[in-house]
């Protein structure tokens, strides 16, 4: 029973990790931009919910949906000005850009909210949970992420396989200069992309700061977490990361069993034994036409 | 305005490139180009490997900004316009190596092709009469395929966006002869339309069967213009090569 219940607690935070990589693989498949600073956007989009929301009168459980569109808005804006200006230069600059970008968030955060914790309010439902038997308790909380997760990866992949604008990111990713051939505004694209990226992180931070206290630093180690999602699953594949953060989520999980200490450990070394043996991830391609 | 380019047929113009010159870097890849495409004819560009033909079509596509010179279309200076804005006016490029996208199907493919189309003769159906093969595998994944295949999609892609003017770069680079000949039959339907067509070509005696004009391009410099039936090949070879080479290098056939 104690194995069952390092399978569903990983499974569990597995659903979080993906739901906060999904944006992480995004930017990175279409615009080649990894994002230093996609853990910090997350721990903002948690402190606007516990510090802003609650100004227009908007309960802290709601806040997401307040949060979500200004976020992809904010998205938008910062990838057609910020990130765009970046990538006009080098790929280089866009990694310093990034940093920048976390550094400046980071310590923002302390000047305005200083280093004490905080967490999103959402009353009593944070601590009930549904008791399976006498050794596995799934909370609500973790249950809803995970399933918002799977929706939202699910919403995404759907998008970007069935939908025209979603053809259009993919043959963007694929080759920006053939798709300006084709009439399509690549910056335009990127912004939209982007848009959907810190959509997606918000989200994912509203939902770390509902099941945990975070302060101003605790974008990093989420990043780390999201960034391995991502290369455990593949880049470039949905599913690939929700399966990774998945797998993240129970290798963290059985460290933890032996020694609270070695869950970060085990993630890691699962993290490293895959970009070992199979650097493409486990869902990634190697698809490529113009050597 | 136009005034160095060769006369041409009655056509109405509808592209005209006026002393262009464009770098890259410190190097001068095209140098002071002048040249005209009107409705229904086929203006081939030849020349030698680095003579600046790419770089001229990736100009006009709007990939590169010229240092000096203007693109004008149907009377529109077009020269500051974006890549992008170029397709909905009416120019579109079958790029170099055919540059399609790799995790798409060929009907996809196509379908971002045709996502900023203006109105006209093509589209996928047609695209489909015109090379039938594609239909049946049109699910396929277009890296699967073969290179004349893959050059058959990007000729496909572009048509379907209605340009008036098509630039195709390159389009035997790497392709069996028969495979050559297969690609080059779907011009003539392409100009039946009373689309411009401008050709770059290595291989010049494919570029000069189907020209109405062909254009020299020797070290970025226009070096010949002129029709293919009035140019001897004692004269193309000395555009393409350059005059002062010493003898026995002459004796190459540019083909």
Same mark, same amino acid.
């Given at each position: 029973m104690t194995?069952a219940n ?43 919910? @516990? ?6 009168? @908007? ?25 765009? !200006? ?20 980071? =310590? ?7 280093? =004490? ?10 601590? !009930?949970s549904?008791q399976v038997n006498s050794v596995i308790y ?13 929706? @939202? ?31 399509? =505004? ?17 989200? +994912? ?24 999602? @991502? ?37 890691? +070394? ?15 391609? !190697? ?5 | ?102 995790? $798409? ?53 572009? $048509? ?96």
């Amino acid at each position: 029973m104690t194995w069952a219940n390092i399978l569903i607690q990983g499974a569990l935070i597995g659903g979080f990790y993906a739901l906060f990589a999904c944006g992480l693989s995004l930017m990175f498949g279409v615009m080649k931009v990894i994002n230093l600073a996609h853990g910090d956007i997350a721990v903002v989009a948690a402190y606007s919910a @516990v510090f802003l929301v609650p100004k227009l009168h @908007v309960a802290q459980l709601w806040a997401f949906v307040v949060i979500v569109p200004l976020f992809a808005l904010i998205g938008y804006v910062v990838q057609r000005t910020l990130l765009q !200006k970046a990538i006009d230069r080098d790929p280089f600059t866009t990694l310093l850009v990034t940093f920048g970008l976390s550094v400046v968030i980071e =310590n923002l955060l302390l000047e305005i909210y200083s280093a =004490n914790g905080q967490s999103v309010n959402i009353g009593e439902l944070v601590a !009930k949970s549904w008791q399976v038997n006498s050794v596995i308790y799934v909370s609500y909380v973790s249950l809803v992420v995970l399933g918002t997760a799977v929706l @939202v990866l699910g919403a995404l992949q759907i998008f970007l396989s069935r939908t025209s604008s979603g053809r259009l990111i993919r043959a963007v990713s694929d080759d920006r200069e053939a798709a300006q051939l084709c009439g399509a =505004n690549y910056k335009h694209v990127f912004g939209v992309a982007a848009a959907i990226a810190f959509a997606t992180v918000a989200l +994912a931070g509203i939902a770390f700061g509902i099941s945990t206290e975070f302060d101003p630093t605790a974008g990093g180690i989420n990043l780390l977490y999201a960034f391995e999602a @991502v290369v455990i699953g593949g880049i470039g594949s949905l599913w690939g990361t929700l399966v990774g953060g998945i797998l993240l989520g129970v290798a963290q999980q059985f460290g933890a069993h032996f020694n609270l200490e070695y869950q970060t450990l085990a993630g890691n +070394a699962l993290f490293l034994i895959v970009l070992a043996i199979r650097p493409q991830g486990l869902f990634g391609r !190697k698809v490529s036409l113009n050597e | 305005m136009s005034s160095d380019t060769t006369d041409s047929p009655s056509a109405p113009t509808l592209l005209s490139v006026d002393h262009l010159t464009v770098f890259h870097g410190q190097l001068c890849a095209v140098d002071d180009v002048s040249l005209s495409v009107g409705a229904g004819e086929v203006l081939t560009i030849i020349g030698a490997n680095g003579a600046g033909k790419s770089t001229l079509l990736r100009t006009i596509a709007g990939l590169h900004r010229p240092a000096s010179g203007t693109v004008t279309f149907e009377g529109e200076d077009i020269t500051h316009q974006a890549a992008h804005q170029r397709v909905r006016v009416g120019i579109s490029l079958v790029p170099e190596g055919r540059r399609l996208f790799a995790s $798409l199907t060929l009907e996809e493919n196509l379908l971002v092709g045709a996502h900023r189309a203006a109105e006209g003769p093509f589209d996928l159906a047609r695209v489909y009469e015109l090379f039938p093969w594609m239909k049946d595998r049109r699910r396929g994944k277009v890296f699967q395929f073969s290179g004349g295949e893959q050059q058959a999609v990007a000729i496909g892609r572009a $048509l379907v966006a209605n340009p008036k003017v098509l630039m195709l770069d390159e389009v035997s680079l790497g392709l069996a002869p028969i495979v050559i000949e297969t690609i080059y039959e779907v011009i003539p339907d392409i100009v039946s339309h009373g689309i411009g067509v401008l050709l770059v070509e290595q291989d010049v005696s494919q570029g000069l069967r189907v020209a109405t004009r062909v254009h020299c391009l020797l070290e970025g410099k226009t070096s010949l213009v002129g029709t293919p039936d009035s140019l001897s090949a004692e004269e193309i070879e000395h555009a393409y090569f350059g005059a002062d080479l010493p003898d026995n290098a002459t004796q190459v056939q540019p083909s």
